[in-house]
């Protein structure tokens, strides 16, 4: 077995085994999950026989009949011996001195402790290769470019060599698998959701990024960065996916850190701990970046309204909650009116279609539903319009004699209404709106665009971008943003 059962792989070795002429097959240590169809996917515990080791990033190999590109560092390898290429299987040496699970941390430990290293070296070469050179181009980058490619990145960088300090001081180096990391984790938790801000911006980052590299003279400025820094040869594009996939890939590493950690050694609660916290700062960059896109699908919503008055949606509210259909009836007018609804958190606002063109939209008012009470109607007479009503609601203002009774056309519409209702309350406690807002009943007219343009947007299409340069062969460019909870974790 090659690589001494340490965790990930040594890629000269492999090359020079499979140049010899030799099979070699590798062990997956953690799942992969593709990104594009030109990626191999696999499981822990899969067994995978490397066709190419020639790149010691990125391997091309072979299960069964699927082929494709791996990251090295999620396996390791060993010769097959004569007679053994046919194996299902592959007896693994974890090597003399230690119980099997023992060894296996051992081999967990040193892998997280050599990605942090290397991850480190990424992230300065990005600031001082990169970022500190571009700031000497004042005729070719504005600081605001330099803000939305690299984000956040200096931040980061310097959270993370305290974060590796703190993994060095409880890092055994004679006993790896003594070693007490997990607290660690536990005690930078809140420190990992500055990757929110960075993840958040990345698409934006792309589209800059994507625009500048139509003009040679940045594709030739990145590359002689690149050049002087003596970075290892992948893009700018890639070096900067690498923050968004090492958030992801800490919860993996910690789960398997948890695998082989016994119940009874000393770090097993704060590895627990460390990761559900970790677990959690990924929710919560999902969660945050969820909450973005929908603060730009409202943004533009909002400036495809005709005849919008007061001020904008997104002053108090950040999800749209339900939106649909009904007729509404307030005192005194005589008859109801159909009205296009749409409920978000702490107000909802209604509009008129034109009568024309069915997909445009007049603004006609809102309501604040944090001073509104929502009554279900039985069918029948309404006593307080004196009117025949079927599948009705009313919203009622507790302090005044105020109500609007809404009708819809079915009873399943009616209850659908009734539960958006209910889930914008819960919503809107868990988020209350960061100001009270000015009385609907004396709105200022507003410019429409431009006072959207305080709010932050993301691309409507994301650009194709090459996530990892390989010299040979080529690798098909994939799409970026699918789901972050999916990307391929961090290449070691």
């Given at each position: 077995?090659?690589?001494?059962?340490c965790g990930g792989?040594?890629g000269?070795?492999?090359?020079?085994l499979?140049s010899?002429?030799?099979v070699?097959y590798?062990?997956?240590?953690?799942?992969h999950?593709?990104?594009?169809d030109q990626?191999?996917g696999?499981?822990?515990?899969?067994?995978i026989?490397?066709?190419?080791?020639?790149?010691k990033e990125?391997?091309w190999?072979r299960i069964?009949?699927?082929?494709?590109?791996f990251?090295?560092?999620?396996?390791?390898?060993?010769?097959?011996?004569?007679?053994?290429?046919?194996r299902?299987?592959?007896?693994?040496?974890?090597?003399p001195g230690?119980p099997c699970k023992e060894?296996?941390?051992?081999n967990?430990?040193?892998?997280?402790m050599s990605t942090?290293?290397?991850y480190?070296?990424?992230?300065?070469?990005?600031?001082?290769?990169?970022?500190?050179?571009?700031r000497?181009r004042?005729?070719?980058?504005?600081?605001?470019?330099?803000r939305?490619i690299f984000?956040?990145i200096?931040?980061?960088?310097r959270?993370?060599?305290k974060?590796?300090?703190?993994?060095e001081?409880?890092?055994?180096?004679?006993?790896?698998?003594?070693s007490?990391?997990?607290?660690?984790?536990?005690?930078?938790?809140?420190?990992?959701?500055?990757y929110?801000e960075?993840?958040?911006?990345?698409?934006?980052a792309c589209?800059q990024l994507?625009?500048?590299?139509k003009l040679?003279?940045?594709?030739?400025?990145?590359?002689?960065?690149?050049l002087?820094?003596?970075?290892?040869d992948?893009?700018?594009d890639?070096?900067?996916l690498?923050?968004v996939?090492?958030i992801?890939k800490?919860?993996?590493q910690?789960?398997?850190?948890?695998k082989?950690t016994?119940?009874q050694?000393?770090?097993?609660?704060?590895?627990?701990?460390?990761?559900n916290?970790?677990?959690?700062?990924?929710?919560?960059i999902?969660?945050?970046?969820?909450?973005?896109?929908n603060i730009?699908?409202?943004?533009?919503?909002?400036?495809?309204i005709e005849d919008w008055e007061?001020?904008?949606v997104l002053s108090?509210?950040?999800d749209l909650i339900?939106s649909?259909e009904?007729?509404k009836l307030s005192q005194p007018?005589a008859?109801?009116?159909?009205?296009?609804?749409?409920?978000?958190d702490h107000?909802?606002v209604?509009c008129?279609?034109?009568l024309?063109?069915?997909?445009?939209?007049y603004y006609?008012?809102?309501?604040?539903m944090?001073?509104m009470?929502?009554v279900?109607v039985?069918?029948?007479?309404e006593?307080?319009?004196?009117?025949s009503?079927?599948?009705a609601?009313?919203?009622r203002?507790?302090?005044s004699?105020?109500?609007h009774?809404?009708?819809a056309?079915?009873?399943?519409?009616?209850?659908r209404?009734l539960?958006?209702?209910a889930d914008?309350?819960?919503?809107?406690?868990?988020?209350?709106?960061?100001?009270r807002s000015k009385?609907?009943?004396?709105p200022?007219?507003a410019?429409?665009?431009?006072?959207?343009k305080k709010?932050p947007?993301?691309?409507?299409a994301l650009p194709?971008?090459q996530?990892?340069m390989?010299?040979?062969?080529?690798?098909?460019?994939?799409?970026?943003?699918h789901?972050?909870g999916?990307?391929?974790?961090?290449?070691?």
């Amino acid at each position: 077995m090659e690589c001494g059962g340490c965790g990930g792989v040594d890629g000269g070795g492999a090359f020079q085994l499979i140049s010899d002429g030799s099979v070699v097959y590798a062990e997956a240590l953690w799942d992969h999950v593709t990104m594009d169809d030109q990626e191999l996917g696999f499981k822990a515990g899969d067994v995978i026989e490397v066709v190419d080791a020639t790149n010691k990033e990125w391997w091309w190999g072979r299960i069964l009949e699927s082929q494709g590109w791996f990251p090295a560092s999620f396996v390791r390898y060993e010769e097959a011996r004569p007679g053994e290429e046919e194996r299902a299987g592959l007896a693994l040496n974890l090597g003399p001195g230690l119980p099997c699970k023992e060894q296996m941390r051992t081999n967990v430990i040193n892998e997280i402790m050599s990605t942090e290293r290397d991850y480190i070296k990424h992230l300065k070469d990005i600031c001082e290769g990169y970022i500190k050179q571009c700031r000497k181009r004042t005729d070719m980058f504005t600081e605001e470019q330099l803000r939305t490619i690299f984000g956040n990145i200096e931040d980061i960088y310097r959270f993370q060599r305290k974060f590796l300090k703190g993994l060095e001081k409880r890092f055994n180096k004679d006993k790896p698998h003594l070693s007490e990391i997990g607290g660690c984790f536990l005690e930078h938790q809140t420190d990992f959701q500055i990757y929110s801000e960075y993840c958040n911006n990345h698409p934006n980052a792309c589209l800059q990024l994507s625009r500048l590299m139509k003009l040679n003279k940045y594709v030739f400025f990145f590359e002689a960065c690149r050049l002087l820094q003596r970075m290892i040869d992948i893009s700018l594009d890639g070096f900067l996916l690498t923050p968004v996939q090492k958030i992801c890939k800490y919860p993996l590493q910690l789960a398997e850190l948890l695998k082989y950690t016994n119940p009874q050694h000393r770090d097993y609660k704060d590895v627990e701990a460390a990761l559900n916290a970790m677990k959690n700062v990924a929710r919560l960059i999902n969660e945050r970046k969820r909450r973005l896109e929908n603060i730009d699908k409202i943004a533009q919503w909002q400036s495809s309204i005709e005849d919008w008055e007061g001020e904008d949606v997104l002053s108090k509210s950040s999800d749209l909650i339900y939106s649909g259909e009904m007729s509404k009836l307030s005192q005194p007018q005589a008859k109801s009116q159909q009205r296009m609804f749409f409920l978000f958190d702490h107000q909802m606002v209604f509009c008129k279609k034109d009568l024309l063109r069915r997909d445009m939209l007049y603004y006609k008012g809102r309501v604040d539903m944090d001073q509104m009470e929502v009554v279900d109607v039985e069918d029948g007479r309404e006593k307080d319009f004196n009117v025949s009503v079927k599948n009705a609601l009313k919203l009622r203002w507790p302090a005044s004699d105020r109500v609007h009774l809404l009708s819809a056309k079915k009873p399943e519409q009616k209850q659908r209404w009734l539960r958006a209702f209910a889930d914008e309350r819960r919503q809107a406690s868990l988020s209350p709106r960061s100001r009270r807002s000015k009385p609907c009943s004396t709105p200022a007219k507003a410019t429409r665009l431009g006072s959207l343009k305080k709010h932050p947007s993301l691309p409507s299409a994301l650009p194709q971008q090459q996530v990892f340069m390989l010299a040979e062969p080529k690798r098909k460019t994939s799409t970026f943003w699918h789901n972050i909870g999916r990307l391929t974790p961090f290449k070691k």
